[in-house]
């Protein structure tokens, strides 16, 4: 076996990590608040602890797959955090879409360490990620990108490096802002095709082979036809992304409607019970919103 990997989160994505981490042979020391995915990262095959320290303490290098830039900052410098471990990690690797400016400075702070940090984003499903095909867009100091290429490698075919610390995450949150708009039309669309009387599945293939095609139609379009949205990725995880894109925008003096108009939805789409399914669901407010009809 490869040397250890540590796992701070042990979700959706994180457990697609862990997955393809251990099929390519490394060690995954991993650990999360919920004791069911603690539980499971064992049965996968990985080792769980008690908490980020000890995570710290049997790996150089460490995953982080988290919510919030919150809970980033508690995870790394908090008490028990990886950086009151017997020795801190040579690197962090933050897969968290989270705030661009504190990320950065965070990277700063634990360079004071000797501890390299990367923001390495990642645009794509946890199903995606599992079939190593979701993109990592990675900001931070360029040797460190090159001396965890094993481990990008193990996780995805496609990574790159865009620049110091923050720009993976900048990247992130414009690169969602474009893909959760082409997920609502896409629902919209739908609605709209299905009220004019069309067949959807053959429709969804018909756009496949339009102008109007985007990889949505490919990950989500399914999803929304069959009704399985049983989550990839989670309304109410998108709401936070578009909540912060609409914070930056707001910063540049930036009007953004229809991200405005979009936070709403997802907003009424987590009052309505949805926030924890797959965001394919969005076309179940779509409907309600068109139809008036509770779905």
């Known amino acids: 076996m490869k040397e250890n990997i540590g796992l701070v989160g042990i979700g959706l994505a994180g457990t697609a ?19 069911s995915r603690r539980a499971h ?8 602890v008690a908490g980020p320290a000890e995570v710290a303490d049997a790996s150089g290098r460490v995953f982080l797959s988290l919510m919030t830039t919150d809970i980033v900052e508690q995870v ?28 950065a400075a965070l990277a700063e702070r634990v360079a004071r360490r000797s501890v390299a940090y990367l923001d390495a984003t990642i ?9 190593r095909e979701a993109l990592f867009m990675v ?30 995450s900048k990247a992130k949150l414009a690169s969602n802002l474009i893909l959760g708009l082409n997920r609502l039309a896409l629902a919209e669309g739908l609605v709209f095709a299905e009220a004019l009387g069309l067949e959807l599945e053959p429709f969804l293939e018909l756009l496949k082979r339009s102008a109007a095609y985007s990889v949505a139609m490919d990950v989500k379009g399914p999803k929304m036809l069959s009704g399985d ?28 409607s229809l991200s405005t108009a979009h936070l709403a939805l997802l907003a009424a789409a987590i009052e309505a019970g949805d926030g924890e399914l797959d965001n394919s669901a969005v076309i179940r407010q779509i409907r ?8």
């Open 17 to 35: 990590l862990a997955e393809n981490l251990l099929a390519a042979g490394f060690g995954v020391v991993g650990f999360d608040i919920d004791a």
């Open 139 to 168: 900001g931070g100091p360029k040797d460190a990108f090159d001396a965890c290429a094993d481990l990008f490698e193990a996780v995805t075919e496609k990574a790159a490096h865009l620049g110091p610390s923050g720009s993976g």
């Open 76 to 103: 790394v410098e908090g008490t028990g955090g990886l950086l009151a471990g017997q020795a801190a990690p040579k690197c962090i690797i933050d897969t968290t879409t989270g705030d661009p400016d504190r990320t």
């Open 229 to 256: 949205f049983t989550p990839q990725a989670r309304i109410a995880q998108h709401h936070k992304d578009v909540s912060i894109i609409l914070d930056y925008a707001e910063r540049a003096g930036l009007e953004l």
């Open 41 to 48: 990262l064992d049965e996968l095959g990985g080792r769980a």
């Open 123 to 131: 645009s794509g499903s946890s199903q995606q990620i599992r079939d």
């Open 288 to 295: 309600r919103r068109a139809t008036g009809r509770p779905e």
